[in-house]
């Protein structure tokens, strides 16, 4: 059976059964431990990681400060740290929206690797984990770039991350009640327009597996059977490498968009959990060019989403040279 994507339990990010500790800036331990959750809170509503690392140290410089200048007492420091790392995002959401709008081709965001590639390599050093909520696909965040700001902050710390809407009201300045129509309004929008998704994640990595190896073996006939007759292929380059410039639509486009891959030389096609699903990582000459992901619906691909823009797969890319370094 299929579901709708992204309207599965908030994750409240105020829980403190992880062992985070009362007090973020005890020696810093304590903002440590919050710091997959935070990060998780602005990835979810920026779809950068670079960006949310930005904003999650901003706001710990923030409270820092507030507390060595004397400021009044604040008695929930993770609430206060969810809320400023929220409003902190809002801010870069908007800035970034023009910038999105004038993005040559289709805008995919940043990927998260958040399980071992084959082999036992783990995809995120202690530094770079990320808590991501199991909605936070690839698929649902291009999504969500549909929503005004306002939305998707409302729909992000309520829907997936169990926030009360007076807290989001601290985020994006409005009323409770203003908050609770934004995230309505979002819900409906993405209830309309978000991919729907095989629940078992082994069914999903079985199709996964087949898709690469119809790919890597060009075998047309297995591809289109895999994929849904109305899949849409995303491909971000973000004008640095050769990538469609626009969203390819229905099974036979996209097969052949795929087998044409292969006149660019041999690559290689290992198995990785991008953005919590099943994924893949394509590399060319030992040198990694396109993350993955792929939703998955009734044992059929409907959306792939490749993203190959250097500069998104920069972090990988540097974990990757650290790696074959050791």
């Known amino acids: 059976m299929s579901h709708m994507e992204g309207l599965s339990r908030p994750h409240d990010v105020n829980d403190h059964d992880d062992g985070v500790i ?9 903002f440590e431990a919050l710091r997959p959750r935070l990060l998780g809170v602005a990835y979810g509503l920026l779809g950068s990681l670079d960006e949310a690392e930005d904003v999650v140290q901003d706001a710990w410089l923030r409270l820092r400060r507030h507390q060595e200048e004397g400021g009044a007492e604040i008695e929930d420091e993770t609430g206060w740290l969810v809320v400023t790392v929220s409003r902190l995002a ?7 929206r023009h910038r999105r709008e004038e993005y040559v081709g289709p805008w995919l965001p940043e990927p998260v690797l958040t399980g071992p590639v084959t082999g036992g390599v783990v995809a995120t050093g202690p530094a770079e984990r990320v808590t991501l909520d199991e909605s936070i696909s690839m698929a649902m965040l291009v999504v969500l770039e549909s929503l005004s700001p306002a939305e998707r902050t409302a729909f992000v710390l309520h829907d997936v991350f169990g926030l ?16 609770r129509q934004l995230a309505a309004r979002a819900r409906a929008h993405v209830a309309s327009r978000a991919p729907r998704f095989d629940v078992d994640p082994s069914a999903h990595r079985r ?28 491909s971000d380059g973000g004008g640095v490498v050769r990538a469609a410039r626009r969203p390819v639509l229905g099974a036979a486009k996209v097969a052949r968009l795929l087998m044409g891959l292969r006149r660019f030389g041999r690559f290689e096609i290992v198995p990785a959990s991008v953005n919590g699903r099943p994924g893949l990582l394509r590399y060319r000459e030992g040198r990694l060019v396109t993350v993955i992901g792929l939703t998955v619906a009734d044992g059929r691909i409907t959306t792939v989403d490749m993203v190959l823009n250097p500069e998104k797969l920069a972090r990988l890319t540097r974990a990757d040279e650290t790696r074959n370094r050791r």
């Open 22 to 30: 009362d007090s973020v800036t005890d020696g810093g331990a304590g």
């Open 90 to 96: 809002l801010d870069v959401l908007r800035s970034a």
């Open 164 to 179: 009360t809407f007076a807290e989001v009201g601290e985020a994006v300045g409005r009323s409770p009640a203003a908050c």
């Open 207 to 234: 199709v996964v597996d087949a898709f690469a190896r119809a790919c890597l073996g060009d075998d047309v006939g297995a591809l289109l059977a895999l994929l849904d007759p109305e899949v849409v292929l995303r």
